[in-house]
């Protein structure tokens, strides 16, 4: 049986069947483009690291990954700078789509204030540990004359006097006054080889003294590269006997080579300093 092919394509219902394919083939091509639109489908980019950057300039680094950002929450967080931002969601180097929204947390613009304790007539050590306890620290020790040792008599804070109760900065460094009792003490510059700086005021302190100048042989890059550096020097040298408060100056590196020299110490026997030699002439003349 012979089909007629020009009566079948003049037929109405077979030019409806094939108007009806036509139609549905063009709504499936466009449904799928449009849900590869929608989705971005294969489009990814990878987010950038934010850390550490203003809000101005994560934009402009958002922008040119065709994403977008939203601030959810703003924390102090020490040492870092004001205003940066310190947490991200999702974090740097995950794969995202287009115009992805990435949740960011930043560094408070103002720097918390903390409550001074109350450690008037409290020992100096257990001064020390309530005032870093609140996230302050003590910069240094001042003797001053006191019937009683050993006792904190007034807390400073750039040459002001403070009250128990008073709101400063948190991380600020205050003078401990602390009372030296009625005679002229002396005390022994324990060593503070091998110990970093932080360390090393934590124990200058428990020997009643002061860390002063403090020497790098290469400047530190951060706080965190500070903190690797070690003692391999000091003045006055280990084991001098020094008044109460007087400061120890001291010199570090990174190289633990610099260790495998002996620690200098001071003995009996060694010879007076220039400055001894000058000290023992003005006792000679008064």
């Given at each position: ?18 108007a009806?394919?036509v ?8 449904t ?116 009683y ?60 003294l ?12 951060d ?26 100056n ?37």
């Amino acid at each position: 049986m012979k089909i007629d092919i020009k009566k079948l394509l003049v037929n109405p219902y077979v030019i409806s069947l094939g108007a009806m394919i036509v139609i549905i083939i063009i709504l499936y091509v466009a449904t799928l483009s449009w849900i590869d639109s929608y989705t971005n489908h294969g489009e990814k980019v990878i987010v950038p690291d934010l850390s550490d950057l203003t809000l101005d300039e994560a934009e402009v680094a958002l922008r040119e990954k065709n994403l977008k950002y939203s601030v959810i929450d703003s924390i102090y967080m020490k040492g870092k700078k004001l205003g940066v931002i310190v947490e991200q969601t999702p974090a740097a180097g995950s794969n995202v789509k287009e115009n992805r929204t990435i949740y960011l947390t930043t560094n408070s613009n103002s720097i918390r204030k903390v409550i001074l304790p109350d450690v008037k007539d409290v020992s100096l050590r257990q001064a020390e540990a309530m005032i870093n306890s609140v996230g302050l620290k003590v910069d240094s020790i001042a003797y001053v004359p006191s019937q009683y040792k050993d006792l904190v008599k007034d807390v400073k804070l750039n040459g002001t006097s403070l009250l128990a109760g008073a709101r400063i900065p948190e991380g600020s460094a205050v003078v401990l006054m602390v009372g030296r009792g009625e005679s002229n003490e002396v005390v022994e510059v324990p060593s503070f080889r091998s110990l970093n700086v932080d360390q090393s005021i934590s124990k200058a302190h428990a020997a009643y003294l002061n860390i002063g100048d403090v020497y790098f042989d290469v400047p530190p890059t951060d706080e965190k590269d500070r903190a690797s550096y070690f003692v391999y020097k000091q003045k006055p040298i280990t084991g001098t006997s020094v008044k109460l408060g007087e400061t120890v100056n001291l010199y570090l590196s990174k190289d633990p080579t610099i260790l495998e020299a002996p620690e200098e110490k001071f003995t009996e026997e060694q010879p007076a300093s220039e400055g001894d030699e000058l000290e023992k002439k003005d006792e000679f003349f008064q």
